[in-house]
């Protein structure tokens, strides 16, 4: 079994799903997300994904998605890795200038209000996180960005499905969030989380889904609303494969 050598176009994570999968190509057969997230430290098949998609755009795998398991390596791009080449020029240089690694501390709720906001901020380990070319980011400052992952459909008309990232920039203070925003909202007196839509409205503020079967939350002004980020950005879930 050939492992890959470290590169600077390539992270961590990287890394370690490229050498599992050259593990389970020697024994005949692909891992599934899951046991890929399991054996390389990922808490989330999401993340893993994730990875996968970078892992194929840059030509280190090939997948089928219509088949479970529909993973396996390229041998002659790992061939690349063994020379020192750890991917294209372009994007070898974008990864080295422009990725940023953000955390993922939690999960969000988009249905009904989640429960106990503190177990599902800290539901992921310290190292838990994505990298992210900048290019991508509507900002290039990484100070204040965070990444929650979604449970629930309330927001899938705006293409935010269960299981998807979202990537969310830190607010200090209600003020910073406009109508029509889609932000984080802890509900302190309910001690519960929501992502939706955020509305001001004249006797308190409405949280609206995108869920044309779901009614949207009201609250009103005498009850405690905390926005704790904006979405600037949204990481899918890939469908199709084994979890």
């Known amino acids: 079994m050939m492992m890959v050598r470290k590169s600077k176009g390539l992270s961590e994570r990287h890394h370690k799903i490229l050498d599992l999968l050259q593990k389970y190509a020697d024994k005949g057969y692909p891992p599934s997300i899951r046991e890929i997230g399991e054996q390389t430290g990922i808490t989330s098949t999401s993340v893993v994904n994730y990875y996968l998609e970078q892992l194929e755009k840059w030509g280190f795998i090939e997948r089928d998605r219509r088949i479970s398991r529909g993973l396996r390596v390229v041998p002659e791009k790992l061939a690349e890795l063994g020379n020192a080449l750890a991917v294209p020029v372009h994007v070898a240089a974008e990864a080295i200038n422009d990725f940023m690694r953000i955390p993922?501390?939690?999960?969000?709720?988009?249905?009904?209000?989640?429960?106990?906001?503190a177990s599902d901020f800290s539901y992921y380990d310290a190292e838990s996180g994505v990298d992210i070319a900048r290019s991508m980011?509507?900002?290039?400052?990484a100070d204040g960005l965070f990444a929650l992952e979604v449970t629930g459909d309330s927001m899938i008309d705006a293409m935010v499905n269960d299981?998807?990232?979202?990537?969310?920039?830190?607010?200090?203070?209600?003020?910073?969030?406009?109508?029509?925003?889609?932000?984080?909202?802890?509900?302190?007196?309910?001690?519960?989380?929501t992502l939706k839509y955020f509305y001001k409205e004249k006797d308190g503020y409405r949280l609206q889904p995108a869920n044309p079967t779901m009614q949207p939350i009201l609250i009103k002004r005498s009850e405690k609303l905390e926005i704790r980020g904006k979405v600037v950005?949204?990481?899918r879930k890939v469908s199709g494969l084994a979890m």
């Open 233 to 235: 950005m949204v990481i």
């Open 104 to 117: 993922v501390i939690g999960r969000i709720g988009a249905s009904l209000p989640m429960p106990v906001p």
């Open 137 to 141: 980011l509507p900002t290039k400052k």
């Open 163 to 193: 299981g998807d990232i979202v990537i969310m920039r830190k607010v200090e203070n209600n003020a910073e969030a406009k109508n029509g925003e889609m932000v984080a909202v802890w509900l302190p007196e309910r001690d519960e989380t």
